[in-house]
């Protein structure tokens, strides 16, 4: 009985490899397809600020137009573009986005922030990568000090010694370095004091957490953490009012989420920006 099903097993595991294969190889071809017609566009998110409650910056996602005009996510798509290398090609294509959407934004006067851009681990690890980026900037026009960039503590952790070594050359450049997804890797403190980095980005499921005491005391933590180490902290996937008084307790000083805003087409971020603008500072009511 048990070898039957055992070997029911086996071919059960053959066949969901089979298919995951071939969705594999799908994904891949949209890619390639995608690249070549353009369908990657970029949506951003505002991270706001605690205190004034004013827009600080925002944070660039990548997003696949399908033909028909919806949206795909990024989920089911980067980590076959991480394999397969094309997350190269669709940084380049998300940066250079970026860069001019945010020199439109400036020049209109709307924002004067900074635009953070995920880099993947094998983007990070392109020795070229700071030739590019200075291209980039140049061919857009956009001063290095409105960028920033958002890298996960598994892309330093590849490779500790090489990560110190780009990121000073980032930050000598102006450009800002946030480590995204903090507390879900696997960076020990000795290595993050070395890290010459400017902001820490909690992780959502740090926020999802704050319901509990226990979950309250983790994001108290890396709030002392980061500002221990002189680094801002920004929370990311705050959804709702409570969670935002809570941070607001633990000192967090930027927020980023569903309450505030989803992640908007540049279309509906100028909107955004438009209306925070005609908004009177807080301060102002005091
Ligand atoms: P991330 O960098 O941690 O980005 C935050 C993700 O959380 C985004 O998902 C955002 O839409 C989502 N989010 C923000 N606030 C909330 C909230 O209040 N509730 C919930 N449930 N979700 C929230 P998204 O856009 O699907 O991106 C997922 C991940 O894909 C990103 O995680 C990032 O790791 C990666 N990614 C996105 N764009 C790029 C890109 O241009 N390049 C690279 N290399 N990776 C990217
Ligand atoms: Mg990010
Ligand atoms: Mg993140
Ligand atoms: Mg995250």
Known sequence: HAKSAGANRYLFFNDTMNKQAVKRLQIENLIRHGLKEDYFTVFYQPKMDMLSGKVVGMEALV??????GGLVSPASFIPVAEETGQIVDIGTVVLRKACIDVKRWI????FHGRVAVNLSAKQFMLPFLCDQIDDILQQTDLPSYHLELEITEGTVMQSPKLAIDTMKK?????IHLAMDDFGTGYSSLAYLKQFPLNTLKIDKAFIDDMSSARGRNMVDTIVTIAHNLSLSVVAEGVETHEQLEQL???RCEIIQGYYYSKPLSAEDFAAFLQEQKQQRPKIAAL
Do not use: C, D, N
Request: aromatic share 6%.
């Open 63 to 68: 997003r696949f137009i399908t033909p028909k």
């Open 107 to 110: 020049a209109q006067g709307l």
């Open 248 to 250: 607001r307790k633990l």
């Open 170 to 174: 980032l930050r000598a450049r102006g």
